[in-house]
T-cell receptor, first 117, second 110 residues
Framework: GAVVSQHPSWVICKSGTSVKIECRSL??????MFWYRQFPKQSLMLMAT?????????EQGVEKDKFLINHASLTLSTLTVTSAHPEDSSFYIC?????????????FGPGTRLTVL | AQSVTQPDIHITVSEGASLELRCNYS??????LFWYVQSPGQGLQLLLK??????LVQGIKGFEAEFKRSQSSFNLRKPSVHWSDAAEYFC????????FGTGTSLTVIP
């Protein structure tokens, strides 16, 4: 159980265009979802935390107008990279907060590789 | 402040040899601890986790980890490494909020 999917798994786009990445919790409801960014050979960097039905909370240094996050339902959060530029090329990973027994923990999606030309 | 340290950036072991990857953490409360593995271009795969109870945790692919509160450590071990274990390994602490280490890259030589 506790599976998170991401779509697309890999996207290539032209500079200046916008790209939407979907994150779905397939078999559990995730009131909270997280978006991470990972640069090559580096660790994950938390970008933002989204709660269903409310505005996302962005980490310091993350442009909220560039990285639009929508968490419209308990199973879906989307990240839209607006006016993408080559420096936005990265691996984006989402996670959903689920329950295991009495414990909340994060379940990670497989990631989306974004390449901006 | 919460943080995770993986002191070894890169480790090389021979196939069949034992492996230990180090992880130290700083966390204000009782930690939930995790080890993930990431193959190139892939997402994270959970190897094992510690929430409470027995401090020696068994995971998938023959991995185990031991939680030592006195040392603030959660080292990952495997008695005999396989070539397919070559990957990036991340230690993480937290529950609602995760803190990741910088990762240890494992190379396995035949």
């Amino acid at each position: 159980g506790a599976v998170v999917s991401q779509h697309p798994s890999w996207v290539i786009c032209k500079s200046g265009t916008s790209v939407k990445i979907e994150c779905r919790s397939l078999d559990f409801q995730a009131t909270t979802m997280f978006w991470y960014r990972q640069f090559p050979k580096q660790s994950l960097m938390l970008m933002a935390t989204s709660n269903e039905g409310s505005k996302a909370t962005y980490e310091q240094g993350v442009e909220k107008d560039k990285f639009l996050i929508n968490h419209a339902s308990l199973t879906l959060s989307t990240l839209t990279v607006t006016s993408a530029h080559p420096e936005d090329s990265s691996f984006y990973i989402c996670s959903g907060l689920g329950h295991q027994g009495s414990t909340d923990t994060q379940y990670f999606g497989p990631g989306t590789r974004l390449t901006v030309l | 402040a919460q943080s995770v340290t993986q002191p070894d950036i890169h480790i090389t072991v021979s196939e069949g040899a034992s492996l230990e990857l180090r992880c130290n953490y700083s966390y204000g409360a009782t930690p939930y601890l995790f080890w993930y593995v990431q193959s190139p271009g892939q997402g994270l795969q959970l190897l094992l986790k510690y929430f409470s109870g027995d401090t020696l945790v068994q995971g998938i692919k023959g991995f185990e980890a031991e939680f030592k509160r006195s040392q603030s450590s959660f080292n990952l071990r495997k008695p005999s490494v396989h070539w397919s274990d070559a990957a990036e390994y991340f230690c993480a602490v937290g529950g609602n909020q995760f803190y990741f280490g910088t990762g240890t890259s494992l190379t396995v030589i035949p």
